[in-house]
């Protein structure tokens, strides 16, 4: 499974962002979906995830209420929308895929990851 996420880039807090992650070679419907990020100079980090249908959804809580994760099964695309954005949210984001059905917080359990995308917020 090849990953190819998109739609980083700089926006002054507040402002808003999608990102999208597109997956090519594997059917995408059966698998458990998540983003993660880094920071420079921090370790790698749980943002959400999501179900193989999209049923279920789990958030770090810094991003409650401003991040909504979803996905397309139809266009093998999965999405991350950004509201609120704060230059703590400033890191390379990551989708990533694992084979469990649920939505999970542990890296451990992805097993294919994209190549990140920038997002950059400006105070």
């Known amino acids: 499974v090849q990953l190819q996420a998109s739609g980083g880039g700089l926006v002054q807090a507040g402002g808003s962002l999608r990102l999208s992650c597109v997956a090519s070679?594997?059917?995408?419907?059966?698998?458990?979906m998540g983003w993660f990020r880094q920071a420079p100079g921090k370790d790698r980090e749980f943002v959400a995830a999501?179900?193989?249908?999209?049923?279920?959804?789990v958030y770090t809580d810094s991003v409650k209420g401003r991040f909504t994760i979803s996905r397309d099964n139809t266009k093998n695309t999965a999405y991350l929308d950004m509201n609120s954005l704060k230059p703590e949210d400033t890191a390379v984001y990551y989708c990533?895929?694992?084979?469990?059905?649920?939505?999970?917080?542990?890296?451990?359990?992805?097993?294919?990851w994209g190549q990140g995308t920038q997002v950059t917020v400006s105070s």
């Open positions: 070679g594997r059917t995408f419907n059966g698998y458990g």
């Open positions: 990533a895929i694992t084979q469990l059905l649920v939505a999970t917080r542990s890296a451990a359990a992805y097993i294919y």
């Open positions: 999501i179900s193989f249908n999209g049923g279920s959804k």
